[in-house]
């Protein structure tokens, strides 16, 4: 009976010890990060031949943990990490973007401004080198943008290598960790260390990649991240970061064909920046530069600048193939269906001719379209094989353009001995074909009532001209739209007529901003725009005259009124494109802010109630402390009473 007492009293010593030490291990580790706390179930020893009992066992010793409130964390963090990664990569797109005089919304009102400066005097050859200068400084902001947005694309591809280095090393600390785990589960211990540390490495692997834990027999755990199961027991698969031919970046497991769809985790931020804002961004930058280009370049094609006509003019954009229709060919810009005028000016005369040269890009190869110039009297039109591009060379001793303007010869059927001439710049809208025709025979300046009609090409009368009676032949009279009449003396007979083309846009089809001939920009989108570079030597060039007059600023007002057109079908401007850019980049980095501000919150709270539940207390424990001091005081009090009475009976005997 004696010694049965005894050992009740050694059970509940070596226990207490053993509680003791337990509860040393967790002030130990009070403020160790992903440690759990320990807690030691006791239970009576249990002898079949002793009712009254054995004393006292440590029946297990349990990690204070909660599965679900794990795993929630888990995911919490994952979301976290993607939105915590994307944020300052938005911020850095939205400030490269930027605002201010050096943002693209500055260099574009600085280049219209230099413009609308330049209207006021537009021979002065220092302004127009301003004008120039601004352009060029427009230009390099869009490539040098465009060229920063491929290097952070870049940054994130190397950072995604290094990630997934990363992930593949987390991955195989869990497989080594679930090796140690079954190991010590097979030899009857719990190793609490060992998944403590491996609860540690999941929680991290999560920041990087949403993952799902799966718990398998013996305390190991499968992992699966974007639908592959990274880690089996103790196998890992590898991951790698490669890009397909949409130039999109993929995470791919060894062996599998199908990327990883990523949901969370950094790896997601770095996929959602690096794959949809970017290319977004980049692309709406294109579309800027594009239609930039081409609104402006439509204008300046068919300007003449102070050194007037052309004797030799080669395109700055060519097409990928001289061999196909133009429509397939790859044009920078789209080449429709129509018309393209060029006039032709002999120098010696001063006689100018105006031809039509059609355009049907689904049928016609940029050699059809060359060899369709060439039918042009005095002007030939070359193919350059190696670059895709068109050139144009007008005979020695002519000159050529491509403005539209008034022909000093026209199409006539006079019977009559006067000539009309007309001039002036036709200020009209619509390309058409004015006939003028006499109503009655007579004598200019003497027959009362003499009388031309001027009909457009349907037929409808759109002015008449009094030529008879107190007209002062050569005498300039308002022929309408901005063009003047002269007739002089002579007869006109009833019948007698000629017709007129007047042309509002000479080029109807694009062909030219598309070819890149005399046009303010080469390049074909935001990587690749320039200034042309015959501007840039000679601003002479600058094509922002209607008529070749030095003091003309017709093109030069359309080019300044492109500033304020609706050039996009949203219905926004050059300036308003921009700036909806900007708006969407601010929403979406208020938006990321707001979310990841939303997922810190939640995560604290998840994880205040996981160290309410896991961790340590110092004051609990210290109570916890007290009390099994107390017990184990207790307990070796026990040993010694039955000590002294063990004693007190052998001496009765």
């Known amino acids: 009976m004696a010694i049965g007492n005894f050992s009740t009293g050694l059970s509940a010593l070596q226990v207490h010890q053993r509680v003791l030490e337990l509860l040393g291990q967790n002030v130990a580790n009070v403020h160790t990060p992903g440690y759990h706390r320990r807690e030691a179930i006791l239970a009576p020893r249990f002898v079949a031949e002793n009712p009254v009992g054995s004393g006292v066992e440590i029946a297990d010793i349990r990690r204070i943990r909660d599965d679900v409130l794990e795993q929630t964390i888990l995911q919490f963090t994952s979301e976290a990490a993607d939105f915590q990664y994307r944020l300052p990569r938005l911020e850095e797109i939205e400030s490269l973007s930027g605002t201010g005089a050096q943002s693209l919304r500055g260099l574009l009102d600085e280049f219209f401004n230099q413009l609308e400066q330049l209207a006021v005097r537009p021979a002065d050859e220092t302004v127009r ?13 869009f490539r040098d943008l465009h060229d920063q947005f491929r290097a952070l694309q870049q940054r994130l591809f190397e950072e995604a290598q290094t990630t997934i280095n990363r992930v593949n090393a987390l ?12 190991r010590g589960v097979a030899r009857g211990i719990t190793p609490h260390d060992a998944l403590d540390r491996r609860d540690q490495v999941l929680g991290q692997l999560a920041e990087l990649v949403g993952v799902q834990v799966i718990e398998q027999p013996q305390e190991q755990v499968n992992v699966l991240a974007g639908g592959v199961l990274l880690v089996t027991g103790e196998a890992t698969v590898p991951l790698e970061v490669k890009m397909d031919r949409q130039n999109r970046m993929q995470i791919l497991a060894q062996g599998v064909t199908e990327p990883l769809n990523v949901a ?14 970017l290319p977004e961004v980049i692309n709406r930058l294109h579309q800027l530069a594009r ?4 609104n402006l370049d439509q204008i300046h094609a068919v300007g003449l600048g102070l050194s007037g006509e052309f004797s030799f003019l080669s395109g700055g954009r060519g097409v990928a193939n001289i061999q196909v229709p133009l429509e397939r060919a790859e044009p920078a810009f789209p080449v429709r269906s129509g018309t393209v005028w060029v006039s032709i000016t002999n120098l010696n005369t001063g006689e100018r001719t105006v031809h039509a040269v059609s355009i049907n890009p689904q049928v016609q190869t940029l050699a059809q379209v060359a060899s369709a110039f060439s039918t042009v009297p005095h002007l030939q039109a070359l193919v350059d094989a190696q670059t895709g591009t068109l050139q144009f060379l007008a005979e020695p001793g002519y000159v050529f353009d491509f403005a539209g303007r008034i022909p000093t010869q026209f199409t006539t059927s006079i019977s009559g001995t006067a000539q009309p001439r007309v001039h002036g710049t036709y200020t009209g809208t619509k390309n058409d074909v004015y006939t003028v025709t006499a109503v009655n025979s007579g004598t200019v300046g003497l027959t009362p009532n003499l009388t031309l009609e001027v009909r457009n090409s349907a037929g409808q ?13 050569h005498s300039a009279v308002a022929f309408g739209d901005g063009l003047v009449l002269e007739l002089s003396a002579g007869t006109i007979h009833a019948g007698d007529t000629f017709q007129l083309p007047v042309i509002a846009q000479p080029d109807t089809t694009g062909l030219l901003t598309a070819l890149g001939l005399n046009t303010l920009f080469t390049g074909t989108d935001a990587s ?5 570079a015959e501007l840039l030597a000679s601003p ?4 922002v005259s209607q008529s070749g007059a030095s003091a003309d600023t017709g093109r030069l007002r359309q080019m300044v009124a492109v500033r304020e057109q609706v050039v996009f079908d949203n219905g926004l401007t050059l300036s308003g494109f921009f700036e909806r850019l900007m708006a969407d980049l601010g929403a979406q980095v208020q938006a990321t802010r707001q979310t990841q501000e939303h997922l810190q919150a939640v995560g604290q709270q998840l994880r205040a109630e996981q160290q309410a539940l896991s961790g340590v207390d110092a004051n609990e424990e210290l109570v916890r402390l007290l009390q099994y001091q107390r017990a184990f005081q207790l307990a070796a009090r026990y040993v010694a009473v039955v000590n002294e009475t063990l004693e007190e009976l052998l001496r009765l005997v």
């Open 540 to 543: 002479q060039r600058l094509a």
């Open 129 to 141: 080198r301003l004008v120039v200068d601004a352009a060029q400084r427009l230009a390099n902001r």
């Open 171 to 182: 991955a195989g600390e869990i497989s080594e960790l679930n090796r140690q785990i079954a």
């Open 528 to 532: 690749t725009i320039q200034v042309h």
């Open 461 to 473: 009368l759109l002015r008449t001209v009094s030529v008879g009676q107190g007209y002062a032949p």
């Open 291 to 294: 239609a930039m280009m081409s």
């Open 264 to 277: 969370s985790g950094a790896l997601a931020g770095m996929l959602a920046v690096r794959n949809e804002v």
